[in-house]
């Protein structure tokens, strides 16, 4: 039979796990909030992060919700909003990365947990003489470097809700960019077909004309020739506009089975006036990159801290001893346990670890850098993205209408042919695609103006929500 443990190490026991007990625990949403109020705050919209099959059906139910799929019609995405809050709850990458979260609130509660107190048990005997020793430790270098380690962990696991609150921000700006252009697609398809079909009557009109000598072959020859060219066009919208719609439902994670508006949304009437100096003030300011950058700068200046601190001596156990022998009475003692640097004095440790912040260091100056730089670019891309689109909605557009209604009348008063009014639809055809890619563009480069920020146009939030 074991002897009993003395009243010394049944102190030291319970004082370890009472600390034990004091330590922390994982959360239960696993740090998940203050993600989701970062995207409520930028995006108006909040991920989900679909831990339980519970969660998981809620947003299966969300999803069908939004795509208005009641099993009676075909699911339809209404607007780029919709499919944004989507993606942020249903989109398998954005899934598989919240889990990070989890492994580093793992490590953050770990850092925070006493070590196990160690017991060993030794029993020898000589004869009848029996000895019996009995020791428990604790290391004490990890209990007097826990506050740091916990400070350390706790700027990490910061930095990890920062980079998942960016990758959520990343996300919603592809999926906005991929609604604006499988929109585009469709739109320009819609068109192509349109512009299909009025070739092939000129086709069909030149042939029979030709063939009753009434139209020369070059002329039938050029009408044939461009509804070929119709066909290629055509067959080229469809394979971009299934390509797009792919693009857009696997941002979405769902199947690619739902139809979209025929149309863009309108241009706003005017885009603010603010230079490139308060687009790059804003970026610094809203971007979640170069927050994360400076959250790890300082978690590894504690670091480099805590490694010099603990140059010399990184192992220090504590443990209470007690030793029976037969006869005697029971010896009561302590012990310590220390590493002796003999031969690593930690130069090693200490010079990684300065090489690690310095690194850090220049990656923070790099993402400030890149910061400024993407704000610069994307406000310029979509400034002139924005006037290229008005040009054409306000000028270029209306007067090729107004031409073809000349070249109506005109052909009403027998002043040219059919075929001139054909070749006017055909210029006018050019000038409407031409359109519908400008009017994307700008839709484009307005998402992505918005992640290069880090968040909304504070300046154009009074033009209100897009349709």
């Known amino acids: 039979m074991i002897p009993s443990v003395s009243r010394p190490l049944r102190a030291l026991a319970v004082a370890a796990c009472a600390l034990l007990a004091g330590c ?3 959360s239960a949403d696993g740090g998940f909030g203050p993600v989701q109020d970062i995207a409520a705050r930028k995006l108006g919209q909040k991920p989900a992060w679909n831990r339980t099959p519970e969660d998981a059906r809620r947003s299966e139910a969300r999803v069908a919700q939004l795509l208005q799929a009641d099993g009676q019609r075909q699911p339809r995405l209404a607007n780029a909003d919709d499919a944004v809050q989507i993606a942020l709850i249903n989109n398998p990458e954005l899934q598989a990365a919240f889990s990070e979260l989890g492994i580093a609130e793992a490590d953050l509660v770990q850092a925070g947990r006493l070590p196990n107190p160690g017991f060993s048990f030794a029993r020898t005997h000589a004869g009848d003489d029996i000895k019996i020793e009995r020791s428990l430790t604790l290391g004490l270098m990890q209990l007097i470097t826990l506050p740091a380690a916990s400070r350390i962990e706790a700027r990490r696991f910061e930095q990890v809700r920062l980079r998942l609150a960016e990758r959520v921000l990343a996300t919603a700006a592809q999926t906005r960019q991929a609604y604006y252009r499988a929109v585009a697609s469709r739109q320009g398809l819609a068109y192509q077909e349109q512009v299909e079909q009025a070739a092939e009557a000129a ?3 030149a042939a029979q004309m030709a063939a009753r000598g009434n139209f020369s072959r070059l002329d039938a020859a050029r009408e044939q020739l461009f509804y070929a060219e119709t066909q290629t ?3 080229r919208a469809r394979r971009t506009a299934q390509q797009d719609q792919e693009a857009l439902a696997r941002l979405l994670g769902v199947a690619p089975a739902f ?11 005017q885009i603010a006036a603010a230079d490139v100096a308060d687009a790059e003030r804003q970026a610094m300011t809203q971007r979640l990159d170069v927050q994360a950058a400076r959250t ?3 978690g590894l200046r504690d670091s480099l801290g805590l490694t010099r601190a603990t140059r010399f001596i990184n192992v220090l156990d504590l443990g209470a001893l007690r ?6 009475a029971p010896e009561i003692g302590y012990e310590i346990s220390i590493e002796i640097p003999l031969f690593d004095w930690g130069q090693a440790r200490v010079a990684k670890a300065e090489a690690i912040y310095m690194q850090s260091a220049h990656k923070l100056a790099a993402a400030a850098l890149d910061a400024r730089a993407q704000a610069r670019l994307a406000w310029r891309e979509r400034q002139d993205a924005y006037a290229l689109a008005r040009r054409y909605r306000d000028g270029i557009v209306p007067l090729r209408k ?4 000349e070249n109506l009348l005109r052909y009403n008063g027998m002043l040219i042919s059919v075929f001139d009014l054909l070749a006017d639809a055909r210029e006018q055809a050019g000038a409407v695609s031409a359109a519908i890619e400008a009017e994307r563009d700008f839709w484009i480069a307005d998402a992505g103006l918005q992640q ?3 968040g909304p146009v504070e300046s154009n939030k009074e033009q209100g929500k897009q349709p």
Do not use: I, N, Y
Not at 259 to 269: G, M, N, S
């Open 402 to 405: 107004r031409m073809s209604e």
């Open 203 to 205: 086709h069909e009109l």
């Open 233 to 235: 066009q055509l067959q």
């Open 259 to 269: 139809t979209l508006p025929e149309r863009l949304p309108e241009l706003p009437p």
């Open 452 to 454: 290069a920020l880090g």
């Open 24 to 26: 922390a625990s994982l």
């Open 323 to 328: 030793t029976s022998e037969s006869g005697k």
């Open 296 to 298: 790890e700068l300082d």
